[in-house]
């Protein structure tokens, strides 16, 4: 059984179709990366996979289930968190405010704690930072809540859109570091990055999205070495 598995997917806004028969396929445990040039139709991908975009045409499964018509809340309930690109933080709640809104369905105090512990551990820079009004954290920091906040329902599957923009270069290999580590600890991870190469080298797969279609697809490995994926993706 696949883990996850969009299938021919159409979408798009209005009457423009972005996204016209992507495909995708995941295992369990892996950390899959979409790349492709601007305006490819990544994030319209992701956004019709989470149920935030309606599926015109072909499937979603997860995990064995047919989701394709599911909401994104309802997506939520089925393991599967997405953290935007833009907009991922509430700026006048603090830290704890944010995860409290991330862990939204949690009844139980105790797990809620659990939880918040749990967060602070993975991005120690957070824990001194509870009543900080994360509006006044820097952009990596912001980051960490945004990516924090999704980790709050233990979700099974966390879709990541563009997490490294906008940081500054030095804190861009502490991100993927993160990423790499919340993968390693058991939870399946899907994104979209623009620093192709840096998330390439942490992928186990990658797959080449470009005019809303799958061109091609590979291990990290693989689409780094390959000239065409350089010459036309990766710039150089």
């Not at 159409?10 to 979409?34: C, F, K, P, W």
């Not at 601007?38 to 499937?59: D, H, M, P, Q």
């Not at 990055?193 to 080298?201: D, I, K």
């Amino acid at each position: 059984m696949m883990f996850l598995e969009a299938k021919n997917l159409v979408s798009g806004y209005g009457d423009a179709i972005i996204v016209d028969g992507a495909s995708l396929e995941m295992e369990e445990g892996e950390m899959v990366t979409i790349i492709g040039p601007n305006g490819a139709g990544k994030s319209t991908f992701l956004k019709t996979i989470v149920g935030l975009l309606r599926v015109r045409e072909g499937t979603v499964r997860f995990q064995g289930e047919d989701v394709t018509d599911l909401s994104a809340e309802e997506a939520i309930d089925h393991g599967i968190c997405f953290v935007p690109q833009t907009e991922n933080v509430f700026d006048k709640l603090t830290v704890r405010e944010n995860l409290k809104m991330g862990g939204w369905s949690l009844d139980d105090d105790a797990v809620f704690e659990e939880r918040v512990q749990a967060v602070y551990e993975r991005f120690p820079e957070l824990e001194d930072r509870p009543n900080t009004l994360v509006g006044n954290l820097s952009g990596g920091q912001q980051q960490m809540v945004a990516m924090g906040a999704g980790l709050m329902l233990d979700p099974d599957l966390l879709i990541l859109d563009e997490p490294s923009a906008g940081l500054a270069p030095s804190l861009v290999d502490d991100m993927f570091e993160k990423i790499a580590e919340i993968n390693d600890s058991g939870t399946s991870i899907l994104m979209v990055e623009q620093n192709a190469r840096r998330a390439l080298e942490e992928s186990d797969r990658g797959i080449v999205l470009d005019m809303g279609e799958s061109r091609m697809e590979g291990t990290g490995a693989e689409l780094l070495d390959s000239e065409e994926v350089a010459e036309l993706y990766l710039g150089t």
